[in-house]
């Protein structure tokens, strides 16, 4: 498992091609009781290219008027989230270590065009709590930066199965997704497929 810098761990290939399947499954469920929705900038109200939905406690999302932020309902039906499903607390388990659960899991959806730009995940009230990352279908240029963004970048790909953990030290580096390499990675699980070409969870503690 390299360390990629202190703190920030990738896991090639942690879930088999089994557990990836039955994943995509849980997350088709979440996908159909909370619909994926489309997040905009603070400020612009510039929608992102990719859309998103949650399941745990929490969810988060931003809009024009209120930015960036976790709320206990989906923007659209106002129902609270789907339960995370046990598989990604025991995840959580293996990879966070960390004494609490998480409490957010935002299911970010990519199709070939979608990217993320440079950011750091700020919006949780306890920073001492690893962003654990897992990744499903076609490849990724993924990026890490450092502590500021116009710190110097790494580059490298997340592939279909991968973890990664952000923690310690690496917990507020900025971090990307350059684009999407739908011809080299794996394609999206069955289950997945019709949402679009790469699908990460991030898990999250929030309060
Ligand atoms: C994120 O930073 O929220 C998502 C990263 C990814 O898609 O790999
Ligand atoms: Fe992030």
């Known amino acids: 498992m390299p360390e990629l810098a202190p703190g920030a761990f990738h896991y090639p290939a942690f879930l088999d091609q089994c557990a990836q399947a039955a994943l995509a499954e849980e997350i088709a469920d979440v996908i159909a009781a909370a619909p994926l929705y489309v997040s905009t900038m603070p400020k612009t ?33 106002g129902d609270p989230w789907p339960a995370m499903p046990p598989r990604l607390l025991k995840l959580w388990n293996e990879l966070a270590q960390y004494a609490k659960p998480p409490e957010a899991c935002l299911v970010n959806v990519y199709d070939e065009k979608a990217r993320m730009g440079l950011h750091q995940d700020r919006d949780e009230a306890d920073l001492a709590a690893p962003i654990l990352s897992l990744s499903l279908g076609a490849d990724c240029r993924f990026k890490l930066g450092g502590a500021r963004r116009g710190d110097r970048a790494i580059a490298f790909a997340l592939s279909s ?47």
Do not use: Q
């Open 161 to 207: 199965g991968d973890a990664l953990v952000l923690s310690g030290p690496a917990r507020m580096r900025y971090h990307g997704v350059d684009r999407i390499l739908p011809t080299v990675g794996a394609p999206a699980p069955p289950a997945l497929a019709a949402f679009g070409a790469r699908v990460n969870l991030t898990l999250r503690r929030v309060t």
């Open 45 to 77: 109200g510039a929608p992102m290219s990719v859309r998103m939905t949650n399941c745990g406690a929490l969810g988060w999302l931003s809009d024009k008027e209120r930015g960036y932020r976790y709320e206990a309902h989906h923007p659209t039906t």
